[in-house]
């Protein structure tokens, strides 16, 4: 579908954004904590999204994970363009986003990718593990993570570098 989309093929974008819109908005929402800013950003990202499928590439990694990714820095960019503003408050909006739940098949595929990535992870150490689970699945930017460990955003952008690096090759084998 990226690859229709990268051809100019609007069908496929939408129907691209009628497959992924709900997870890409409820990760936006989780960083923002703020529906119309997450629907912005949400806008912005299809709009990437249509102006760069020609730069997806399989080999580096699944297209939900190259969609996620762009959710995601959009959304911090938005959180840090914001500043203050952002509160982090409850998520109330979220229960809105509609229930795009799996299949028992895709539910078992998942299963073992999850087991497959804590494992993974497991073989990190303590400090790599907690830094890349926060600023993945707990959306906080590399200048959080960094400020939280009290070291440098350098030192903790090397520390994630190598960690996603040792994660990557476990999960390939």
Known sequence: MLRAVAAGDRAAHRALYDRTAAKLFGICLRILSDRQDSEDVLQDVYLTIWNKADRFD???????????????????????????????????????????????LQRLESADETRRLRECLGTLDERARHSIAAAFFGGLTYEEVASRAAVSLGTMKSLIRRGLAKLKGCLET
């Open 58 to 104: 399989p080999a580096i990694a699944s297209p939900i994970t190259w969609l996620a990714a762009i959710a995601r820095n959009r959304a911090i960019d938005r959180r840090r363009a914001l500043g203050s503003r952002v509160t982090g408050g409850e998520l109330a909006e979220a229960d809105a986003v509609p229930d795009q739940s799996p299949d028992a």
